[in-house]
């Protein structure tokens, strides 16, 4: 029986396709930590292409994300995509696109999903190609900062924030060695949350928060990467801007 490998349409994606490059591949990195995710999800297999995906307040950011991309982008496949909700009764509008076939797209996602999972896993593999860029890219796909705005407004007290990271969607283990790489690599200090049960009742969920003496060395090593659309993530009056236009 003739591999993958062997066949003849692998042989000329592979003669023919462009290689990513290095800022490519950390974004692609990043993006993989947070929202994006194998073309077909609910699908095993389909590792070769990446499909991106933000809401329309993100627009601009999935621009981005597609100009960073765009040597390796199907090029009609930027496009809105509307879907119906059922359980709310509404109507979703998000904007995507998707990455060619590529074989090092391929590589990099084999390592999140192994052969043929639909779930994500986090290993040490994976979290050392992750660069300051692509820890901004995570930040701004799936980051969160807890302000304490209401606390703040009525007390005038000064709290520190805390940031982390949306990981509800991975097993303890993979938030166990983000919570162990962060400190090993770049000397910020982790912990982990519990954030009750999945709709499943029985798997719980779990949040990576930075400790909050580690705060300054995660903006620092972030900054020079977000957008300023996502400034509010990292910065308290671009945050009071922000709630102010999104109320």
């Known amino acids: 029986m003739i591999s993958k490998e062997e066949g003849a349409t692998y042989q000329k994606r592979k003669a023919t396709e462009i ?11 990043g993006s993989l930590m947070g929202d994006a995710g194998k073309r077909d999800c609910s699908k095993k297999g389909w590792l070769s292409s990446v499909k991106f995906v933000q809401g329309l307040k993100q627009k601009d950011y ?24 059922k359980r709310y009764n509404s109507i979703n509008k998000k904007w995507i696109f998707y990455t ?19 779930e994500k896993e986090i290993t040490m593999e994976i979290l050392k190609n992750l660069t ?10 799936d980051g969160v900062t807890a302000w304490s705005h209401s606390t703040i407004k009525r007390t005038g ?9 949306c990981t509800d969607s991975f097993s303890l283990e993979s938030c166990e060695n983000i919570k162990r790489w962060f400190p090993e690599s770049y000397n910020i200090k982790c912990r982990i949350k519990s954030r009750g049960l999945c709709k ?3 798997t719980m969920k779990y949040r990576v928060l930075i400790e909050h003496e580690s705060n300054e060395d995660f903006i620092a090593l972030i900054e020079p990467h977000m957008l300023p659309l996502f400034n509010y993530k990292i910065n308290y009056q671009e945050y009071l801007k ?6």
Not at 132 to 141: E, G, N, Q, Y
Request: glycine share 4%.
């Open 19 to 29: 290689p990513i490059t290095q800022r490519q591949k950390e974004i692609i990195y």
């Open 62 to 85: 999935l621009l981005w994300k597609y100009m960073e991309l765009e040597s390796i982008a199907i090029k009609n496949s930027l496009k809105e995509n509307t879907s119906f909700d």
């Open 100 to 118: 060619s076939a590529n074989t090092d797209v391929e590589d990099i996602q084999k390592q999140f999903y192994g052969e043929d999972s639909v």
């Open 132 to 141: 300051p860029l692509s820890i901004a890219v995570w930040m701004m796909d």
């Open 157 to 165: 007290w000064n709290i520190t924030p805390t940031h982390g990271f």
């Open 200 to 202: 499943d009742g029985i």
């Open 242 to 247: 922000w709630r102010k236009e999104n109320d």
